[in-house]
DNA sequence: GAAAAGCATGAATACAGTTCATACTAGAGA
DNA sequence: TCTCTAGTATGAACTGTATTCATGCTTTTC
């Protein structure tokens, strides 16, 4: 028999192009979603998903399947917007936790768009350097951290967010320029700027720095603007995420590299207790946070 | 979290006004629905359903759900009749017995009503006397029985049509026609007109006049209007639904009666295997059913 | 030709939803 | 006012379905 989790399976396979990763977007195995899927088409006597070498295609019935989908969910966030004003419970918030500096820069507009179809929940932001953010959510000091930290825990759900490249920012006259993309031993005899966060905080230290045996000399900026601004006046280099920098490298003030052959990726996660992934405003935040970020950032693609 | 299955209680308690015979619509028990709508509540922080006296009325936030249900159950069932179309299954059968002569009436145009939205199902009638319809169901010889039986049985899934009340038909001048209603001695000397059926699939007999031991002179015919015509003409009484003498007693061509104080009460079911109930043309069979008769036929009621 | 990434599948497991048993409440009827 | 009936609520036990686990297979990549 049909129900909405299936439909929620289907939009995320439509989206992610893959079993596996529409499984992490709905909070399941890859074998669960594969059985689903097999469930459903003994269900309707007909393929729903098509192999095709590495990733799946959506059949007709598929398609329609996911159209049927998209509509309904629709419907059903809207009545639940107009539920969530009936409920009694009077006003509620939303108290996020930021693991990553730069993420200001993309969820002030979200918070903007978010605030429009739900007025009555709060939305607060919980400031400070934490060093386990994510125990702040068992301890109920904050109701979604976004970061990038992704161990299991009990009782703790991880939401993916977006996936970005984390680029190497240079001056316009650095001779690192020239490279196609740089290595750890390029940044042997630089000066590293960084937030002013933990070592183990900062993706290129932690996953490739500190593996090479690389350790630069390290200098920090609270703001994105001033650390650019310290690269740019040539003071050191600088790893910040695409989407953050697009400006500044289109207008030459500053030039970007990728990390490693590959370029060194992140994914964004935010994470909230068990609990609080039930509320419809939260899902309905992390959708419009997906969305928003999808159309407004440049090179952010999916979670893998 | 919200869920199809939900959304169908919903309606069915919408449209019966109480928990148990919404329950028995979406074939739950009366607890399991009210612990469903008891999580429903919870997870939405507000009431859905008011206690009101004996029934139950939705509240606003009820009333909103049962608008969102409405809307996505007829969006599924408009995907599911695509998704229909589109399965590999060539051509299915619907192999309807009827254990009520008079079913013929309001089947027929049911039929017609049903094929245009599956034009790709073939209508059968199955046709003859079957001394055990029910067990036709399990040997594969039919896909659906419409009758009154309701014994459960292993596999076998009942779906509440509707109720109606069995009037007793007398001719215009019949004596009788004095009294309100009419008891099991007053059938003892006139001879009962019925369909050529073993005694025990007359409700009249079975339930009145057998347990009073009173029994009639029987005589039969196979077609309603003939068991009219014999009435009127003084040949005897019949005992007949309601909804298929009203024309014929708006015209005076015979009169009606209750039997018994609160009247003869009858329910009818349609009776499938359980896999056959999960097919969705099955589903709108019946639900097309429920909802045409509930139009066409004067005092038919939902099943109690 | 490994290694990596992805999907399928049978068996084991966990949990949500259902049933069971029973208590409770409102109304109808004597 | 008392009893009876028809309805709902609820905790505990259970059951069946959905999910995970473990594993094998296939395709792609280097």
Redesign the pocket.
């Known amino acids: 028999?049909l129900?909405i989790?299936h439909l929620r399976s289907l939009v995320a396979l439509a989206e992610t192009g893959?079993?596996?990763?529409a499984?992490e977007r709905v909070?399941?195995?890859?074998?669960?979603l594969?059985?689903?899927?097999?469930?459903l088409e003994s269900h309707y006597g007909a393929p729903v998903?098509k192999?095709h070498?590495?990733?799946?295609k959506l059949t007709e019935s598929g398609q329609r399947l996911v159209a049927l989908a998209r509509s309904v969910m629709g419907e059903v966030q809207t009545a639940e917007r107009e539920l969530a004003k009936l409920a009694k419970t009077p006003a509620r918030t939303l108290r996020i936790a930021l693991e990553c500096h730069t993420c200001f820069d993309w969820l002030m507009p979200i918070m903007d768009v978010f605030r429009k179809d739900w007025p009555e929940v709060e939305l607060d932001l919980v400031s400070g350097f934490h060093p386990n953010p994510v125990a702040m959510l068992a301890d109920g000091k904050t109701d979604l951290v976004i970061g990038s930290e992704n161990k299991p825990r009990r009782g703790i759900v991880f939401h993916p967010l977006f996936r970005f490249e984390v680029l190497a920012v240079l001056p316009t006259d650095h001779p690192l320029r020239e490279k196609r993309y740089l290595s750890a031993g390029d940044f042997a005899r630089e000066t590293l700027i960084t937030y002013p966060v933990p070592e183990e905080r900062i993706d290129l230290i932690r996953r490739v720095l500190r593996p090479a045996g690389v350790r630069p000399a390290r200098r920090t900026a609270e703001l994105t603007v001033a650390i650019l601004q310290l690269v740019a006046s040539r003071r050191g280099v600088a790893a910040l995420p695409n989407w953050g920098i697009k400006n500044y490298v289109d207008y030459k003030y500053v030039v970007a590299r990728s990390i490693g052959r590959n370029g060194l990726w992140s994914n964004l996660h935010g994470a909230t207790t068990a609990e609080m992934a039930r509320q419809p405003f939260l899902r309905d935040f992390l959708e419009t946070a997906r969305r928003e970020c999808f159309s407004r950032l440049d090179g952010v693609v999916p979670v893998?």
């Open positions: 028999m129900e989790r893959t079993v596996s990763r499984a909070h399941l195995t890859q074998s669960a594969s059985h689903q899927l097999k469930a998903v192999r070498g590495q990733s799946v893998q």
